[in-house]
């Protein structure tokens, strides 16, 4: 299959657009996007969306396969037409692959955020009077853990699951070191992105809330208030955790 090079679409597209005559800007106009977008496109920093292929190539006056090839072409009255869809194809792969690159980055951004958070809050703790040993076993386990869960779906866990998911009724996923199973829930490539995203969302808020119903708990009532409430709040959390996994798996499963 033909692949796409991002960056030869990027120059072939400059060109044409400079023998036109017209700035970024312009372009821009005409497909109702940003000029940043436009320089991206140029740059070979992102793809175009599958549906301003078209209009784009009409505003250029070349047509969509000269387009994504990044060349002009002579006699495309002989171009086969297994090429074509290809160059198609490969340019969904692309937008889609650039997409996910930009949601990666964003949630990694969150998770590093969430971080300083959470450390923030447990060094507040220990100004508060709060020593090492007495959150050890809740606040510094909990966090820990929710971090390390969230640290990795973040990082490392596959956007996309195999193709045999979405053909087969699979409630287990195992990636690297984590696993989970959920009985009555089928994973698939159509719920499979949400749950991954609750899951993110959800270990992260336990990490920085956490601390604070802490912090809360330990100024009214003192550590002694904070040892009667802490099982119950982390099992409220964790429960909600598991209804919302639930709730958007079955939805689009």
């Given at each position: 299959?033909?692949?796409?090079?991002?960056?030869?679409?990027?120059?072939?597209?400059?060109?044409?657009?400079?023998?036109?005559?017209?700035?970024?800007?312009?372009?821009?106009?005409?497909?109702?996007?940003?000029?940043?977008?436009?320089?991206?496109?140029?740059?070979?920093?992102?793809?175009?969306?599958?549906?301003?292929?078209?209009?784009?190539?009409?505003?250029?006056?070349?047509?969509?396969?000269e387009l994504l090839k990044g060349e002009k072409i002579d006699n495309e009255k002989y171009l086969d037409t297994n090429e074509v869809e290809n160059l198609v194809v490969s340019s969904l792969d692309l937008s889609m692959n650039h997409t996910i690159h930009q949601h990666k980055k964003n949630w990694i951004l969150a998770y590093l955020l969430?971080?300083?958070?959470?450390?923030?809050?447990?060094?507040?703790?220990?100004?508060?009077?709060?020593?090492?040993?007495?959150?050890?076993?809740?606040?510094?386990?909990?966090?820990?853990?929710m971090l390390v869960v969230s640290g990795w779906f973040c990082f490392f866990a596959k956007d996309l699951l195999p193709t045999y998911y979405d053909s087969n009724k699979i409630n287990y996923i195992a990636q690297g070191i984590f696993r989970i199973h959920m009985v009555g829930l089928s994973f698939n490539n159509g719920n499979w992105s949400y749950i991954s995203n609750t899951l993110k969302i959800s270990t992260m808020l336990i990490s920085v809330v956490y601390p604070l119903i802490c912090y809360g708990s330990f100024i009214l009532g003192g550590i002694a208030l904070w040892d009667e409430i802490k099982n119950i709040v982390l099992i409220i959390m964790l429960g909600f955790t598991m209804v919302a996994i639930y709730i958007v798996g079955k939805k689009y499963e």
């Open positions: 299959m033909y692949q796409i090079n991002a960056e030869k679409f990027g120059k072939f597209l400059r060109e044409i657009r400079t023998e036109k005559c017209m700035t970024q800007k312009e372009l821009a106009e005409k497909l109702f996007v940003s000029d940043k977008t436009v320089s991206k496109w140029e740059r070979g920093a992102s793809m175009p969306n599958v549906a301003l292929l078209i209009p784009l190539a009409d505003t250029l006056g070349i047509t969509v396969t969430c971080v300083f958070i959470t450390v923030t809050e447990i060094v507040l703790l220990l100004v508060s009077g709060l020593s090492m040993l007495e959150m050890r076993e809740t606040i510094l386990l909990v966090c820990g853990s």
